[in-house]
């Protein structure tokens, strides 16, 4: 298997501007989870997904993000309208039972 | 609420030595899993070890292993035989049994010298 995958690896933009990040879950794996790393709060978890259900998105900070999981391979985190203070590594993890699998992240920078 | 404490901001180790690095933990679960996870410069996170609470015997990988101490809810990392690629930041972390929510520790940077 691949692994988790996530892209963009780097997104660069400006204020005002909507972002996308995008994962691709290891096959099989029935929960998804995105989570945001900066220096200041360390790794923080958004939000995650259980068969494509979100169950818990008390991390999301505000209405600004949103995220979808509209099927077992694909989910999405959006940022609209992307802050300064949202640029951080994202990351997406998966699932089963046991230990969570990082992608290898998505940095944001938001001019 | 569960968290995870790392005490240690920075360690420093020496090529072939020993460190350990300490990591505590707040719950009122009796079942559950502890993890430590490597984040090495091209920050991709990396699972380095794991421990099932019901499990009395301590958890090894290797050169990896852990002092998992259940009623004082510590779970420390010791790395033997340091070499220069274990140089990364590590995380402890925290999930109940029947809940995939992770908690993770604020991170130990550990430098090895050559």
């Known amino acids: 298997d691949a692994g988790v995958i996530q892209s963009p690896r780097h997104e660069v933009t400006e204020m005002g501007q909507e972002v996308t990040l995008r994962c691709k879950p290891i096959?099989?794996?029935?929960?998804l989870f995105w989570y945001r790393q900066t220096m200041m709060r360390g790794l923080e978890l958004l939000i995650y997904?259980?068969?494509?259900?979100?169950?818990?998105d008390s991390g999301m900070p505000e209405d600004r993000f949103s995220a979808k999981m509209p099927n077992a391979s694909f989910s999405t985190l959006k940022i609209q309208p992307s802050e300064p203070r949202d640029s951080a590594v994202y990351f997406c993890?998966?699932?089963?039972?046991?230990?969570?699998?990082f992608g290898p992240g998505t940095r944001l920078t938001v001019l | 609420a569960q968290t995870v404490t790392q005490s240690q901001p920075e360690m420093s180790v020496q090529e072939a030595e020993t460190v350990t690095l300490s990591c505590t933990y707040d719950?009122?679960?009796?079942?559950?899993?502890l993890f430590w996870y490597k984040q090495p410069p091209s920050r991709q996170m990396i699972l380095v070890i794991r421990?099932?609470?019901?499990?009395?015997q301590n958890a090894t990988e290797n050169r990896f292993s852990v002092n998992f101490q259940k009623a004082a809810k510590s779970f420390s990392l010791k790395i033997s035989d340091s070499q220069l690629g274990d140089a990364a930041m590590y995380f402890c972390?925290?999930?109940?049994?029947?809940?995939?929510?992770?908690?993770f520790g604020a991170g130990t940077r550990l430098t090895v010298k050559p």
């Open positions: 993890a998966s699932s089963d039972t046991g230990e969570q699998f």
């Open positions: 096959s099989g794996h029935d929960y």
């Open positions: 997904f259980n068969n494509n259900v979100p169950i818990d």
């Open positions: 719950t009122s679960e009796s079942d559950y899993y």
């Open positions: 421990q099932e609470a019901y499990k009395q």
């Open positions: 972390a925290y999930r109940r049994t029947y809940n995939n929510d992770m908690r």
